[in-house]
């Protein structure tokens, strides 16, 4: 797992933001936003601690969420890569051929071993 230091609430918090941003996007993958899905996201949301204007740009990016490019851009390091992978995969039940791809693009992008994205899958029992 990827975390930052426990005294480092500036990157923690954008840890917390990054990984909620590849839900949304994840949940979005297929062109819809099941409710199981929006549950997820919107659970996660509401366990952090955030700004009025940090929930309203999550809001927003509920629907126009960000894209694989940008998520791979807030990725500092492999740890941090497969964090985001992971948190991707927790927002969605990869049923649709559009998760899928979407879900190996994401990989693919991270730079994740294929043995490292069969780990999390295990992991996460999906």
Do not use: F
């Amino acid at each position: 797992a990827y975390l930052p230091a426990t005294n480092d609430a500036p990157a923690t918090q954008a840890l917390g933001l990054t990984l909620v941003r590849a839900m949304i996007a994840a949940a979005n993958a297929d062109g819809r936003l099941d409710a199981d899905e929006l549950q997820r996201v919107l659970g996660r949301i509401e366990e952090m601690e955030l700004s009025a204007e940090d929930k309203a740009q999550l809001m927003d990016e509920m629907r126009r969420p960000v894209g694989i490019d940008q998520l791979v851009a807030s990725s500092q390091g492999p740890e941090m890569a497969a964090e985001i992978y992971a948190a991707a995969l927790l927002a969605i039940d990869v049923d649709t051929a559009g998760e899928e791809l979407w879900l190996r693009e994401l990989a693919r992008s991270l730079q994740l071993p294929d043995g490292v994205v069969q780990a999390i899958h295990q992991q996460l029992e999906r």
